[in-house]
């Protein structure tokens, strides 16, 4: 697979894994060596790049992530990310965003993870009192001792990303970005490419929704995001039919799926933006990963920025929402 440049230092595939469903956030799970047989499928396909974090399971996908990947682990690009806040089981004196919070969160990542570095690590999310300074020296400090070689941030503002990158050069942002959330087009995507920061968008797939393998009657069971998120009421799952209808128009002429078709147009707007969808079965992750192959012509790009430019979008997905799913499960 084509490779891509993070920052000015980590070369990583067009296309990465997210591996949070492997433990977390989309229902029922496969088992661990499925979940380890399909991590090394997507590296047999050209993956170098896999995704997970601390809050994942909580804690137990960084296990699974370190242990699939230790065979190539040297190969490969390994991004984690801490949690702003203490999380359960986190009982620890120190505050999350404390010099001592971020090295204890990193070293137990480590630990779990089985490696002696993380090639990226993010914070996960950026509170709006966060002194990104104090955080940016701190990240600084973890690349100049060798613990990490690149640092991020997830859904940051852009005063952020500019107040941060200005202490420790970002390597890349990771926010959500699919043809149904564009809102970093206006301001965080022109930072990162004015700033040379890489840009890799989560849920590119809209949890699946662009795939166009769901429907308003599927059901969600557990901890899924979807059961939530109000991109998957039914009323919106409806309303939102005209764009699976244009993806599916495209995907025809293109011998490929509504999937690739999402991937293929964001891949094409620059080339700092690596997404990372998750999948958990084979055929899949060789679906999307196959998406790096598939060329828009700039007329082509230009003709489907023009007809999506005319869709409205009905719902989105929120953390306020997605928190919403924990007092729905503790009355199950
Ligand atoms: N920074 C953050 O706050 C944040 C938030 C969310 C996610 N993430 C990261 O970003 C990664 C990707 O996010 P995401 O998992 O929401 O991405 P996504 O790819 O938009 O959605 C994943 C969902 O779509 C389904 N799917 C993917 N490709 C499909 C295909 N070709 N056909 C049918 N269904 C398909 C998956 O199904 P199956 O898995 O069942 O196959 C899964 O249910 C995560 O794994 C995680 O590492 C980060």
Redo the contacts with the bound molecule.
């Keep these: 697979m084509k490779k891509r440049l993070l920052g000015n230092n980590l070369e990583v595939s067009a296309i990465g894994m997210?591996?949070?469903?492997f433990s977390h956030?989309?229902g029922a799970i496969p088992p661990e060596e499925e979940s380890i047989r399909l991590i090394h499928r997507a590296f047999e396909l050209g993956c170098t790049f896999f995704?997970?974090?601390e809050v994942?399971g909580p804690y137990v996908n960084e296990e699974l992530t370190g242990k699939a990947v230790a065979p190539f682990r040297k190969e490969i690009v390994l991004a984690t990310?801490f949690s702003p806040f203490l999380i359960a089981g986190q009982n620890w004196p120190e505050s999350k965003l404390s010099r001592a919070g971020i090295r204890r969160a990193l070293e137990e990542s480590l630990r779990r993870l089985g490696t002696d570095y993380v090639d990226l690590y993010?914070q996960?999310?950026v509170p709006a009192d966060c002194a990104v300074e104090d955080v940016a020296g701190w990240m600084g400090e973890l690349i100049d001792e060798g613990l990490i070689r690149g640092w991020g941030m997830?859904?940051p503002t852009e005063s952020a990303v500019r107040r941060a990158h200005a202490v420790t050069p970002l390597t890349a942002i990771?926010?959500?970005y699919?043809m149904m959330e564009r809102m970093f087009e206006k301001d965080v995507i022109p930072a990162c490419e004015e700033l040379g920061i890489g840009f890799v968008p989560?849920?590119?797939?809209?949890?699946?929704f662009?795939?166009g393998?769901?429907n308003k009657n599927t059901h969600y069971e557990g901890d899924d995001v979807r059961r939530v998120i109000t991109r998957f009421n039914k009323e919106n799952v409806e309303a939102n039919q005209p764009l699976l209808d244009l993806l599916h128009t495209y995907a025809a002429a293109k011998n490929a799926?509504p999937?690739q078709i999402s991937l293929a147009w964001m891949l094409h707007k620059k080339d700092f933006i690596v997404p990372?969808?998750?999948?958990?079965?084979e055929e899949?992750i060789v679906?999307?990963l196959g998406a790096a192959k598939v060329r828009l012509t700039e007329e082509e790009f230009s003709s489907l920025e023009r007809a999506l430019a005319a869709i409205p979008i009905h719902g989105n997905r929120t953390d306020e929402d997605i928190a919403r799913l924990g007092s729905i499960r503790k009355n199950e």
Aim: hydrophobic share 20%; proline share 5%; net charge positive.
């Design positions: 997210g591996c949070m469903g956030g989309y995704d997970t974090a994942y990310k993010y996960h999310r997830s859904q990771q926010s959500e699919s989560f849920s590119p797939l809209a949890s699946g662009l795939s393998k769901y799926t999937a990372i969808p998750g999948m958990r079965k899949r679906e999307n």
